[in-house]
């Protein structure tokens, strides 16, 4: 598609900036495996996540005035269109307002890799992408939004303990509850290594990042 391979040009630079500042130890040119489409939803009530390391970063950054922030718990995830460019597959994760009433989405979502439903967090939650500007997102019922998830080769990081995955844990920007997407990939075991960056959420299922 050429939207896609747009979103995968602009974020490349992104990327390489990334490895730049030490985040990750190498960046290679070979595309990571593909994520599968999503199959599974399941949505985390916000008491047991209340110690997260990304729900703790996202909650810091407010929203501007307007109607209140969207809840997971009222909230569709699934996996979207993704692209490969320069190491890393692009990957549109697209949020749904099931509830019965108006939200708003402000800012970078909280985004990482665990063993399953409730399970452990693999390696560090996304580092957040500068390119996209943040911009609030109103979602009537029924309404999507999406955010960008850059997800590096894993292969091309000399210091990456290579593992499956099959699992996102998603926290909506300001939200302690969470979302969990099925998505099987590969990650780094790494309890200090981020192989991911997230972009903010703009609205539709396919927005210009």
């Known amino acids: 598609m050429t939207h896609s391979l747009t979103l995968a040009a602009r974020f490349g630079a992104a990327a390489a900036l990334t490895c730049a500042c030490g985040l990750l130890t190498a960046c290679g040119s070979t595309p990571a495996p ?4 999503t199959r599974t939803v399941t ?14 970063a996202v909650s810091s950054s407010a929203a501007p005035a307007g109607p209140s922030g969207c809840l997971a718990s009222g909230m569709h995830a699934k996996v979207g269109v993704s692209q490969g460019a320069a190491g890393t597959i692009y990957q549109v994760i697209v949020l749904t307002n099931t509830s019965n009433t108006t939200c708003t989405l402000y800012g970078y979502p909280g985004v990482s890799f ?22 609030l997102v109103t979602l009537a019922s029924g309404a999507e939004a999406a955010f960008l998830l850059g997800v590096h080769d894993v292969g091309a990081i000399p210091s990456c303990k290579v593992t499956s995955v099959d ?27 981020s192989i991911m960056t997230v972009s903010p959420v703009r609205a539709g299922s396919n927005p210009s990042f």
């Open 43 to 56: 949505v985390q009530g916000s008491t047991s996540d209340t110690t997260s390391p990304e729900a703790v």
């Open 114 to 135: 665990v063993t399953g439903v409730g399970g452990a967090q693999v390696g560090l939650p996304a580092t957040k992408n500068p390119v996209v500007a943040k911009t």
């Open 167 to 193: 699992w996102l844990r998603i926290y909506p920007p300001g939200d302690f509850g969470s979302i969990t997407v099925q998505d099987k990939t590969q990650s780094c075991a790494n309890a200090n290594l």
């Open 34 to 37: 593909g994520a599968a489409p």
